[in-house]
């Protein structure tokens, strides 16, 4: 079992800055794929950012500019910085991780999820 354990969100301000971060653990070989997914009140989940073990970063059109991912491949760990946030930018964001197991097979979890709510 591979469980990732997110932490940051919040409230904020429009135009303000939060970062969240999602550490991994468990029976983890390795991990290709962490990024964040968000889901506003009636929406569906929609990837937001998404970092690749090569390095391939892709970005959701709406963020771009705004959030940075990045990743400690090391710790397992992945990072998600947001600036200039807008009201629209409220919603649940997971974490996600896609990989390999130590004792084989692939993995895919997702984190808890933690609300960030920007106020107008």
């Known amino acids: 079992q591979v469980q990732l354990v997110e932490s940051g969100g919040g409230l904020v301000q429009a135009g303000g800055s939060l970062g969240l971060s999602c550490a991994a653990s468990?029976?983890?070989?390795?991990?290709?794929?962490m990024g964040w997914y968000r889901q506003a009140p009636g929406k569906q989940r929609e990837l937001v950012a998404v970092?690749?073990?090569?390095?391939?970063?892709n970005y959701a059109d709406s963020v771009k500019g705004r959030f940075t991912i990045s990743r400690d491949n090391a710790k397992n760990t992945v990072y998600l910085q947001m600036n200039s946030l807008k009201p629209e930018d409220t919603a649940v964001y997971y974490c996600?991780?896609?990989?390999?197991?130590?004792?084989?097979?692939?993995?895919?979890?997702w984190g808890q999820g933690t609300q960030v709510t920007v106020s107008s």
């Open positions: 996600n991780a896609q990989g390999a197991r130590l004792l084989g097979g692939i993995f895919e979890s």
């Open positions: 468990g029976r983890i070989f390795s991990i290709n794929a």
């Open positions: 970092s690749t073990r090569a390095g391939r970063i």
